[in-house]
């Protein structure tokens, strides 16, 4: 892609974040994504259509409702840079139209997921089943000859974290399994790098959290794994593959 095109998808990548950033807040309130329209959490204004531009508005409002002048969480701003980021990144890193697409929709789930599960302690059916059903769609239309091996990490992703949350239910969530098994159908065999990633990134963060709680409250320590399944995912876009000859070139 040349430059102009890469800053499209980009930009385009901001508005989604935009779009997301309601999703996070919105979803778990079981509130419409789609009305009312954007408003001040504090005084109900609705925000004007020039106060809405992604990431720009935030910085000429200083954090700020214009109407009442409460103060804006630098959140906002920073899940729509994000997100273009992200997505430009995308575009960067991949050629083929199926990887293209599976990476951005990968992208577009697990930003919400893990603010989600940061907020609430949950992952919605409602982000993770749609997903799962697009991720197959377009899988099996652009890379047909790519979907079993993407169904089959699904499958051994999703499986291996189901023994994980049978065993330790309190430990792992079904929601966290789904979103592995979505993130085989995103990612094929680079799961494998995300899901290690993860493991890695989770115990040693809840690790910390644990040490840091006083003794009679450690057991009753929870720390959502939705953010290091989203972590995981978004290096293996990246560098799952680079990871992944690594460990093969080590043994072999």
């Known amino acids: 892609m040349t430059a102009t095109e890469i800053v499209l998808v980009a930009v385009i990548g901001a508005v989604v974040g935009s779009f997301l950033n309601v999703v996070v807040y919105r979803l778990p309130r079981h509130e419409s994504l789609v009305t009312p329209g954007s408003h001040c959490p504090s005084c109900h204004v609705p925000v004007k259509p020039y106060d809405n531009v992604p990431v720009l508005a935030w910085l000429w409002l200083r954090g700020r409702c214009r109407a009442c002048r409460a103060a804006i969480s630098p959140r906002y701003p920073l899940v729509e840079f994000a997100t273009a980021a992200l997505c430009g990144a995308v575009v960067l890193r991949y050629s083929s139209a199926a990887h293209l697409t599976l990476g951005l929709l990968a992208v577009l789930v697990l930003v919400p997921v893990?603010?989600?599960?940061?907020?609430?302690?949950?992952?919605?059916?409602?982000?993770?089943?749609?997903?799962?059903?697009?991720?197959?769609?377009?899988?099996?239309?652009?890379?047909?000859?790519?979907?079993?091996?993407?169904?089959?990490?699904?499958?051994?992703?999703?499986?291996?974290?189901?023994?994980?949350?049978?065993?330790?239910?309190?430990?792992?969530?079904?929601?966290?399994?789904?979103?592995?098994?979505?993130?085989?159908l995103l990612l094929g065999v680079e799961v494998a790098p995300a899901l290690a990633v993860a493991l890695l990134a989770g115990v040693i963060v809840g690790a910390v959290v644990i040490?840091?709680?006083?003794?009679?409250?450690?057991?009753?320590?929870?720390?959502?794994?939705?953010?290091?399944?989203?972590?995981?995912?978004?290096?293996?876009?990246?560098?799952?593959?680079?990871?992944l000859n690594a460990y093969l070139h080590r043994l072999g």
């Open 114 to 184: 893990a603010l989600i599960d940061l907020d609430h302690h949950v992952i919605p059916n409602a982000i993770t089943a749609p997903a799962a059903v697009l991720a197959i769609l377009l899988g099996s239309v652009l890379d047909p000859s790519g979907e079993p091996a993407r169904l089959l990490a699904a499958a051994v992703g999703g499986g291996l974290f189901l023994v994980a949350a049978l065993i330790s239910p309190r430990g792992m969530g079904m929601g966290d399994v789904k979103l592995a098994g979505l993130l085989g």
């Open 211 to 243: 040490a840091r709680r006083p003794p009679g409250e450690r057991r009753r320590a929870g720390v959502p794994f939705g953010p290091f399944l989203a972590l995981g995912g978004l290096t293996a876009i990246f560098a799952g593959n680079a990871i």
